[in-house]
Structure formats: C-alpha cells, structure tokens
C-alpha cells in the first residue's frame, strides 16, 4: 500500500485480500474446468462442467482413471468437443503415469510449475498462472495476458488504450513480491 497510492485505495476500499485464506480447489479439479470452461460462457461452461460431474459417483471428484474410463462419445453427449476431449486424455495421462506430479507442483519454482502445466494440450501460460495464484497460492504472479487485468489497470491508473506487457511490468514493479495480490485487487474492482 505504501508503494502504491492506488493499489492503497484499492486495498482499502475492497478489505482484506482472500487469497491464500480460503481452501483452494484441488489442482486436478481446477485443471479439468479451465479445459472445460475454454472459450465458453460461463454459463455454458458450468452447465457442461456439472454434466461432466454428473458422470461420476457423487462422492467426490474423480481421479485420472476414472476420467480416462469415459469414452470420447460420452464426454461428447456432456458438451465437450472432440479436442477438449483430447485435452482431458492428455491430462489424465500426465497425471496417471507421472509426467505431471500434481502433487509435487507445490514444491517446484513457478517457472517449473508453468512448463510442466503447460507441456499439456490445451493448457496455456494463463491457465498455468491462474493455477499458480489461486490453487498453489503463489504471492508473486503477473498474467500479463489476462484481459480482465489490463482492462482494469487501464480503468485505475487512467490510461488512454490497454496498457502492453512493458508498460504493465514497469507499473507493478513496486508491487512486487506482492503482484497476485494487486491481481486480485485490480479484478475485484471490475465487479463495481
């Protein structure tokens, strides 16, 4: 805040950030909707992501092998197409023979965390950022191609056009190594 005079009325306007305070969604489960959920609304994207769900035991979300049991028809009948299938197999079968220890992601640097996420069809450095925020709650993530954050940082700081990567890495600069935080910042003031 102090770094920052507007992150500071930000801060103080929005309260204290969530991050890091509340139980994040399993990796696999976050993995499996951003596939899901890919060029979708939101709206769409839930209705297909609860079918999808609907093909499982209640009890809890299911592992690799269970995903990878469902034939492609069937992922089909939910809603997904043919390549989001394709992504899902991809993913299971990283996870299954090792190739992406999910369990391990916790331990790794984020630049490791965001090569081995995104060696996966389908997952991209977006994807692999939002898991590094919001699943392994990591301080110091700036997705410098996420929409809703340039928008906002063009919104806050009273810039003319959306501000491009230099621009965004010379701003938060001093809100380093706290740039997830501003992120979360800076998107919840695009819900007023």
């Known amino acids: 805040m102090r770094a920052d005079p507007v992150m500071a009325g930000l ?5 204290p950030c969530p991050l890091g305070s509340r139980t994040a969604e399993p990796v696999l489960r ?3 909707r951003a596939l899901v959920s890919q060029q979708l609304s ?10 999808f769900l609907d093909l499982f035991p209640a009890d809890g979300f299911p592992g690799p092998a269970e995903i990878l049991a469902v034939p492609p028809d069937r992922l089909r009948e939910v809603g ?8 899902l197999q991809d993913l299971c079968e990283r996870v299954q023979s090792g190739l992406l220890p999910l369990d391990g992601l916790a331990s790794m640097p984020d630049e490791e965390v965001v090569r081995v996420l995104t060696e996966v069809k389908g997952i991209g450095q977006w994807t692999a950022e939002m898991i590094l925020i919001f699943q392994l709650g990591r301080p110091d993530v700036l997705p410098l191609d996420d929409v809703g954050l340039l928008r906002a940082i063009q919104r806050v700081y009273g810039l003319r056009a959306r501000p491009k990567p230099a621009k965004v890495e010379k ?10 935080v501003a992120c979360w910042y800076l998107w919840a003031s695009l819900d007023e």
């Open 30 to 32: 976050a993995l499996v």
């Open 171 to 180: 701003i938060a600069a001093p809100w380093r190594p706290f740039r997830s």
């Open 11 to 15: 801060a103080r306007h929005h309260g």
């Open 42 to 51: 939101v709206k769409a994207a839930a209705t297909i992501f609860r079918r």
């Open 80 to 87: 997904m197409s043919r390549p989001k299938g394709r992504y």
